[in-house]
């Protein structure tokens, strides 16, 4: 993990804004774009079908787009931490893009980048561009306008 964007409270949020940090590799294997699709019941080929996807655009089969949009969480929670708080929500997204399929099997990662910080009568909403990296590829798989709320306690 390359450095974590830490501060002491929501309301120091603002001094956080420009800061990057970068998460761990995670691997999106097969079992988990199995299960991706049975919980969305998106069963298309070229996310399951591993003989025909050999033949197909990818080479093999890639993870749902939303699968790996819906890893931020898990890509980026230890990226930011902030003290003296009650609690942090999704407060939603922005703008999202789909660069690059991930084959099966691929490492990701995130790196996310504060570029704004607004208080509003809850706490204070965050907001980040999250870029998901894949392993030894020259675009990135997706890059997310993610927004965040932070409850002080």
Not at 87 to 94: C, H, I, Q, S
Not at 121 to 135: F, K, M, N, S, Y
Not at 138 to 153: C, H, I, N, T
Request: glycine share 10%; no cysteine; net charge negative.
């Amino acid at each position: 993990m390359s450095g974590v964007i830490r501060v002491e409270s929501p309301a120091a949020l603002a001094d956080a804004v420009g800061q990057q940090a970068t998460g761990e590799w995670f691997t999106i294997d097969q079992d988990r774009i199995a299960a991706f699709a049975d919980a969305t019941e998106d069963h298309q080929w070229i996310h399951l079908d591993t003989e025909r996807a050999k033949e197909g655009p990818f080479g093999t089969t890639i993870a749902h787009g939303f699968l790996t949009l819906s890893l931020l969480p898990r890509l980026t929670g230890e990226l930011i931490e902030v003290g003296a708080v009650a609690m942090a929500v999704n407060y939603g997204l922005d703008r999202v893009r789909f660069l690059t399929p991930v084959p099966s099997g691929a490492r990701v990662r995130a790196t996310t980048e504060v570029t704004g910080a607004e208080p509003t009568a809850q706490g204070v909403r965050l907001a980040a561009t999250v870029t998901i990296e894949i392993e030894g590829a020259g675009k990135p798989a997706l890059v997310a306008e993610s927004l965040s709320l932070y409850v002080p306690a």
